[in-house]
């Protein structure tokens, strides 16, 4: 990082405005490097526990990473049962299977082993398993009143950073809402991260899942709540992740790239924790929910329109990012088009759609994308207020 870059992140303090304020409760114990998932029975006894809730999905099993997983809690006498029937973007239908496996167990620690997916599935088999009700009880913030059990993640994937965070995102199954349901007590004891077990993604998964952790530290570098934390997070997640992206996808088994990819994405998902999320999750979801599309392929899509649309208000922090890896000096007013450039440029390196176009998405429901993309949540959260008639813009210029 050069002098300059460093000193443009301190804009407001070169202005003499006060830091902003923040509240920083770290719960997470965090353990990293190769390997690091055959220590997961020896943590789990450190924790006190007895009978572990493993909830995975079958692609793991035959990936090797459960059999890994079951091994290192066997060596520690644990009992051990599996829930391995969680979907993609799990709904309420997939807690109530796995809180039923759980129920049946006696479970004294939950393990989630997947990508977001199995751990936001895992949170929510938690939230219901301590505090009773239905998951639409605890959709916003601080809402179960009773401890939760201990949580171990292990991410295989390098892209939510759902390990870094305490909320449990679970769709509505007709609707298709995200409901994000934010607790301190859901967040997880201790994260594994074990870049040993992202060699196995195919490269669909890799640039899908990257594009999500790009946009992460992307996101959370500008949005209303961000502060001195998140966005420490926030720039050092871009920089391993903007460089790491295309090696990973050049050389699937550089196991250095890979950890960084990995780390970052962690990272991305602790800012997410401090500062929110902005418009280009907002204007995902309606598009996964409607077309099926793969999240990381929707949040690919938007983000580089996004990040113009806030150029106008945030535009110097976009080009501190951009200073960050080599495309402009930091105070250049350009800074935030050539970022946007930039991402437009990773993902059709990474040979995904950069139109909606390119989907098949209808342009006749435009007005419906928009109005839900309003009802989503982190739109609240963008540096440049949204509404049903900026996002729909945002949509065309998307097409």
């Known amino acids: 990082m050069d002098s300059k870059s460093s000193a443009s992140l301190n804009t407001q303090q070169e202005a003499g405005s006060p830091l902003s304020a923040f509240d920083y409760a770290p719960s997470t114990r965090i353990i990293f490097g190769a390997g690091s998932l055959d220590r997961l029975g020896e943590l789990s006894s450190e924790l006190g526990a007895k009978r572990i809730l493993l909830v995975t999905d079958k692609g793991l099993a035959e990936a090797g990473h459960e059999a890994r997983a079951v091994a290192s809690l066997e060596k520690a006498n644990l009992q051990i049962t599996i829930f391995d029937d969680v979907h993609p973007n799990p709904t309420t239908e997939d807690v109530e299977r796995g809180l039923q496996v759980a129920r049946n167990h006696q479970i004294d620690l939950i393990v989630g082993l997947g990508g977001g997916s199995s751990m936001d599935c ?44 305490s909320f449990a995102v679970i769709a509505h199954p007709e609707t298709h809402i995200k409901m994000a349901c934010g607790d301190k007590k859901a967040a997880c004891k201790i994260a594994i991260l074990d870049p040993e077990l992202t060699l196995t993604m195919p490269r669909s998964v890799t640039h899908v899942t990257g594009i999500d952790a790009l946009s992460h530290a992307l996101e959370t570098f500008v ?117 946007a450039e930039h991402i437009q440029s990773l993902i059709a390196t990474a040979g995904a759609p950069t139109s909606l176009t390119e989907c098949n998405v209808d342009p006749s429901l435009m007005d419906q994308l928009a109005e839900e993309a309003s009802r989503q949540w982190t739109g609240n959260f963008n540096p440049r207020p949204v509404d049903q008639s900026s996002l729909r813009e945002l949509y065309e210029c998307a097409f």
């Open 223 to 339: 949005t209303k709540p961000r502060n001195e934390i998140s966005q420490l997070f926030s720039r050092r997640a871009w920089s391993l992740l903007a460089n790491s992206f295309p090696k990973v996808l050049e050389t699937p088994d550089d196991l250095t790239a890979r950890g960084n990819m990995q780390l970052g994405a962690h990272f991305a998902g602790a800012a997410i924790e401090n500062s929110m999320l902005g418009a280009t999750h907002a204007l995902a979801n309606p598009l996964s929910a409607h077309f099926d599309l793969t999240h990381g392929v929707a949040i690919g899509i938007m983000l580089p329109h996004v990040i113009r649309f806030n150029a106008e208000l945030v535009g110097e922090y976009y080009s501190v990012l951009a200073a960050d890896i080599g495309l402009c000096e930091s105070h250049d007013p350009a800074g935030a088009g050539l970022l």
């Open 122 to 165: 895992a949170k929510g088999i938690n939230f219901l398993l301590t505090n009773g009700g239905q998951m639409q009880d605890y959709w916003g913030v601080g809402k179960a009143a009773k401890p939760m059990l201990p949580l171990i993640a292990v991410p295989t994937t390098a892209g939510t950073g759902s390990e870094a965070q």
